[in-house]
């Protein structure tokens, strides 16, 4: 049911949280002193907590480097296997980090299509990518073409998605399908996780309704197709 592969060592951006404590940000000190960092802060250049691999300044990378090979070796200790695939939380993600990412293992790189790469000082740029692209450390990218979050009412999601999977397979490629945890938790409440999990069943019925032959397989799988047809 599950095959957990890398988003980082820690859901946040350490190097960001620990300056703000230390400058003494009011609203950062009360989450500190409360348990939990995941909030809105108002970075002045608009970097979110959670988004691990953002940068304020270039020099931040040397530690989010040894903080990706910190990260992938406890992976290994508490899952048994090394991680191939690799997640950044919340997307933003400096390129040069690829590298230390390949050294310790990972092949395989999920990204937007239109990546808004972070350059430190509030700069970045754009860096367009495609499912099967080859960066120069010979790793995969990725892209996920296909959406499901129905814990966001805003609109029907089965149809959505069922929509995106069908032009993928329109046009040869496989369906990538982007879904987050908070789809089907119940802790806070239960609803959330009964509908959630009803979402999905319609969804996967459906699939298999219209694509009887379908295959289902995990990112890393994905990944190792598209060395195997390269």
Sequence with gaps: MFVPQFHGREHLNVAVWMNAL???NKETLFA????FWGFNNKHPL??????????EQNEQLILQANIIKDGLNLFEKIFGYRAVYFVPPNGPFN????EFAS???IRFMS?????????GQGKNRKVFHYLGQINRYGQYYITRNCFFEPSDHCKDWVDCCMNEINIAFKWKKPAVISSHRVN????????????????????????????PEVEFMTSDELGKLLLVND
């Design 184 to 211: 089907y938790i119940g802790v806070l409440n239960t609803l959330n996780r009964d509908y959630g999990l009803l979402q999905l069943r319609r969804l996967l019925e459906q699939i298999l309704k219209i694509w």
């Design 32 to 35: 500190f002193d409360h348990g």
């Design 111 to 119: 990204t937007s299509k239109i990546q808004h790469e972070p350059l």
């Design 22 to 24: 230390k400058n003494q």
């Design 46 to 55: 608009g970097i979110a907590y959670q988004a691990a691999f953002d940068i």
């Design 95 to 98: 390129n040069t980090l690829e």
């Design 103 to 105: 050294l310790e293992g």
